[in-house]
């Protein structure tokens, strides 16, 4: 697995949609000698860094633990969206921690610089957070639950560079206590 590091900018780059191709243009003509077979390639625009996509979803299995059983309580006692956010935050949380074991999730707000868009089953974070070892880090992430909505069917995320410090209170991240 690779992993790219980004700057706030290039986090932020990378969750907007990419723009529809334009329409070839024709290349313009050198007055400088032509190029050869040993000039360089010109450098490409890079990509938007690709998500991480896991095959196994860990939610489920996490709140199946006993000690998952206020847990379990908690979200019966939410709305639809509200279970589905936060069944999708859990997801986030075990993913973020299985990919890396250095991060330690214990939380995800999932609107920190953008609101959360819920289309049916899916639910698309481009604006998240999570801490870690009381850090704020950027978090892209999709979720795609059953259609019942009550378990993670599908997930895909991308983690950003750490928040900083003076703009918690700004993103309403709660500070670590």
């Given at each position: 697995?690779?992993?790219?590091?980004?700057t706030p900018q290039?986090?932020?780059?990378s969750t907007k949609p990419l723009p529809a191709p334009a329409a070839p243009v024709a290349p313009q003509a050198r007055a400088a000698?032509?190029?050869s077979a040993s000039s360089p390639p010109?450098?490409?625009?890079?990509?938007?860094?690709?998500?991480i996509r896991p095959t196994e979803m860990l939610s489920a299995k996490t709140?199946?633990?006993p000690r998952s059983r206020q847990a379990r309580a908690d979200l019966a006692t939410f709305a639809s969206d509200e279970?589905?956010?936060?069944?999708?935050?859990?997801?986030a949380m075990d993913q973020i921690r299985r990919w890396r074991a250095d991060f330690q999730p214990e939380q995800v707000v999932p609107y920190a610089t953008a609101e959360e868009k819920i289309t049916g089953t899916t639910i698309a974070a481009n604006g998240?957070?999570?801490?870690?070892?009381r850090n704020w880090?950027?978090?892209?992430?999709?979720?795609q639950l059953a259609h019942d909505g009550e378990s993670v069917v599908g997930f895909e995320f991308l983690v950003g560079d750490p928040v900083a410090r003076e703009k918690w209170d700004e993103l309403g991240l709660p500070a670590v206590h």
């Open positions: 697995m690779s992993v790219e590091i980004l290039q986090f932020e780059a000698e032509p190029p010109r450098p490409q625009p890079s990509s938007a860094a690709a998500m709140l199946a633990d279970r589905m956010v936060q069944l999708c935050n859990l997801e998240a957070a999570f801490r870690s070892r880090y950027g978090l892209k992430f999709r979720c």
